[in-house]
């Protein structure tokens, strides 16, 4: 996390006063040339995504096993590649009533929501159905279910899954202007949270149908919602909350009082903080840890599904769950689910995260161990 630094600004403006989750080094990172055509941030994080933790190997992997026309390739996103979209416009070349984008922009799959999910089948070669999901902060947590339901379908055997959000002057003075931003780093759940910290991030995962022989965690159900109570206000009542992490338990098959832990949607500004805690302690049992790790990541936006599942798969991989940045002082209103420091949880069998989107967009997933 560091001190706002992000992007030109017009003359005489000053940066926002917030702290940002930044990639360093993407600015001197240019794809490689084979991929010129495609070059804009937000595919060059998914560039250097895809090179680490053995993404590539699994992609190799699965292909190998299945065959490229049977992997598919769902990805979240909620702007895509849209900072490039705003250079061309600001870099605008030709007289008054015929300027255009400059030459180097003038690439129009650059300028599209699926821009990031044409970009990664290019570079992986993946020839199954690619989908792009674009449903705010829940983006890359519906990744998941979509490509459940692809492979129950049979329209495929596998899937890459995965997200990727790149900061822009769009992300940053659009959140700024719901009075959503605070001016030192987030605090999520603490009495005094005054409000998020945005970051950027890529993720990806592969999905396939458990093997009788397999040990890796698995996905055991989710639950989608969507109550479209207000544009950028969640439910009052938690009420699409709810229902996304009823039916992700009902899928699993398991109880509420089940979950070892729940990385929670946990952005850090006064409702929505209060409401998913409303929601959590009429579902859940008062020995359950919950945390929020957007302290250490900032709010990766549509990449914030895939981050907090990633951290939910290690808290369920090594039996540590995470506490709370920046949180010391507990806000009354939340209940005893709402744990600051971290712990260790011997035999933990399921971990669950909760992604929810602007409208009422809203997602649970639940990850266990192989039975």
């Excluded at 300028?111 to 690619?130: D, E, I, K």
């Excluded at 049979?154 to 899937?159: E, I, P, S, T, V």
């Excluded at 009052?236 to 992490?245: K, Q, V």
């Excluded at 209103?333 to 709402?338: D, E, F, L, V």
Aim: proline share 6%.
């Amino acid at each position: 996390m560091r001190r706002n630094d992000f992007g030109a600004l017009p003359e005489g403006e000053s940066p926002l006063a917030c702290w940002i989750g930044r990639v360093e080094g993407l600015e001197d990172a240019p794809l490689p040339a084979r991929f010129a055509h495609w070059e804009c941030r937000n595919n060059r994080l998914a560039w250097l995504a895809l090179q680490h933790d053995g993404v590539l190997d699994a992609i190799s992997a699965m292909v190998g096993r299945h065959g490229a026309e049977r992997v598919a390739l769902v990805l979240g996103t909620s702007t895509s590649s849209i900072g490039a979209s705003e250079e061309a416009y600001t870099r605008l070349d030709g007289p008054d009533g015929d300027r255009r984008f400059p030459p180097d922009l003038d690439r129009p799959v650059v300028h599209t929501p699926h821009s990031l999910g044409g970009f990664v089948q290019h570079a992986t070669g993946l020839r199954g159905p690619c989908v792009t999901v674009a449903t705010a902060c829940s983006s890359s947590a519906k990744v998941f279910a979509q490509a459940s339901r692809l492979i129950a379908a049979g329209l495929a055997d596998a899937a890459l899954v995965g997200g990727v959000d790149t900061l822009c002057g769009s992300v940053l003075f659009g959140f700024n202007a719901l009075q959503l931003v605070a001016a030192d780093p987030c605090r999520p759940f603490d009495a005094e949270r005054l409000g998020l910290s945005l970051g950027e991030a890529g993720g990806f995962a592969v999905l396939e149908r458990a093997a009788a022989d397999d040990g890796g965690p698995q996905l055991r159900g989710f639950g989608e919602s969507s109550d479209a109570h207000h544009m950028s206000a969640p439910h009052p009542e938690g009420l699409g909350a709810c229902h996304a992490m009823r039916d992700a338990l009902a899928r699993a098959g398991i109880a509420a009082g089940e979950v070892g832990y729940l990385n929670l949607h946990g952005t850090a500004t006064p409702a929505n903080d209060a409401i998913e805690a409303r929601a959590v302690a009429r579902l859940f049992p008062a020995g359950l840890h919950a945390s929020s790790t957007k302290g250490w990541t900032g709010h990766t936006l549509g990449a914030a599904g895939i981050v907090e599942s990633v951290i939910a798969l290690i808290a369920l991989e090594y039996g540590v769950l995470p506490g709370i940045l920046n949180s010391d002082r507990p806000d009354p209103a939340c209940g005893p689910q709402i744990r600051f420091d971290n712990a260790r949880c011997e035999g933990l069998r399921y971990a669950m995260n909760n992604s929810f989107g602007f409208g009422g967009n809203n997602c649970s997933l639940v990850f266990g161990k192989a039975a």
